[in-house]
């Protein structure tokens, strides 16, 4: 079987941040570049990212912007949301136009890949108030083995009531989600 040569869609929220924008020089470094469309608040943001990047494709708005989100992440093989991971609204537009790509794809006859969303959160949501005082936390998680403990973590630590929010929303429109938690994300 010959590989795919198939560019994908991506659509990456959170282009100009410190974590999307590094996302974005790296999805432009590979071959064959995919085909990325950038969420951007103004058209200065988007004047400076195309003229460094002409392949890159952008829309103005932002989480807020329910009819571009849904849009753009309908037209996505992939959409990556970098942008602020605590943007309920946002991310649920965003569901809601990977669902409607979803629905798209498998009425295509698999012309199409089924699209995936990947939401960029943090791992603030392990921070045990308990232990906020300088303590350390003994616990330790793993991917693997504390997924029950991982989705059933308290609904009052960050992060956690808009995650459960995405992950109810995405299994409701069977959406193929995932969150993705780095450890820290530091910025100048």
Same mark, same amino acid.
């Given at each position: 079987?010959?590989?795919?040569?198939? #560019?994908? !869609?991506?659509?990456?929220?959170?282009?100009?941040?410190?974590?999307?924008?590094?996302?974005?020089?790296?999805? &432009?470094? &590979?071959?064959?570049?995919?085909?990325?469309?950038?969420?951007?608040?103004? #058209?200065?943001?988007?004047? !400076?990212?195309?003229?460094?990047?002409? #392949?890159?494709?952008?829309?103005?708005?932002?989480?807020?912007?329910?009819?571009?989100?849904?849009?753009?992440?309908?037209?996505?093989?992939?959409?990556?949301?970098?942008?602020?991971?605590?943007?309920?609204?946002?991310?649920?537009?965003?569901?809601?136009?990977?669902?409607?790509?979803?629905?798209?794809?498998?009425?295509?006859?698999?012309?199409?890949?089924?699209?995936? &969303?990947?939401?960029?959160?943090?791992?603030?949501?392990?921070?045990?108030?308990?232990?906020?005082?300088?303590?350390?936390?003994?616990?330790?998680?793993?991917?693997?083995?504390?997924?029950?403990?991982?989705?059933?973590?308290?609904?009052?630590?960050?992060?956690?009531?808009?995650?459960?929010?995405?992950?109810?929303?995405?299994? !409701?429109?069977?959406?193929?989600?995932?969150?993705?938690?780095?450890?820290?994300?530091?910025?100048?």
């Amino acid at each position: 079987m010959a590989a795919s040569t198939h #560019s994908p !869609k991506i659509f990456l929220t959170g282009a100009t941040g410190y974590l999307g924008g590094q996302l974005l020089l790296a999805l &432009l470094s &590979l071959s064959p570049t995919p085909q990325i469309t950038a969420l951007v608040r103004t #058209s200065a943001q988007s004047a !400076k990212l195309t003229s460094a990047y002409p #392949s890159l494709h952008t829309v103005t708005g932002d989480l807020d912007s329910h009819s571009t989100l849904v849009g753009e992440a309908s037209k996505a093989d992939i959409v990556i949301q970098c942008a602020d991971c605590d943007h309920e609204a946002g991310i649920l537009s965003i569901v809601e136009g990977v669902a409607r790509g979803t629905k798209e794809a498998a009425a295509s006859n698999a012309s199409r890949p089924k699209p995936v &969303l990947i939401q960029v959160s943090g791992s603030a949501n392990l921070v045990d108030p308990a232990y906020v005082d300088g303590g350390a936390d003994p616990k330790v998680y793993s991917d693997r083995d504390s997924v029950a403990e991982l989705a059933a973590l308290p609904a009052d630590r960050l992060h956690v009531a808009v995650e459960r929010a995405m992950v109810a929303a995405a299994e !409701k429109e069977g959406v193929d989600a995932l969150i993705l938690a780095p450890g820290m994300i530091f910025g100048l």
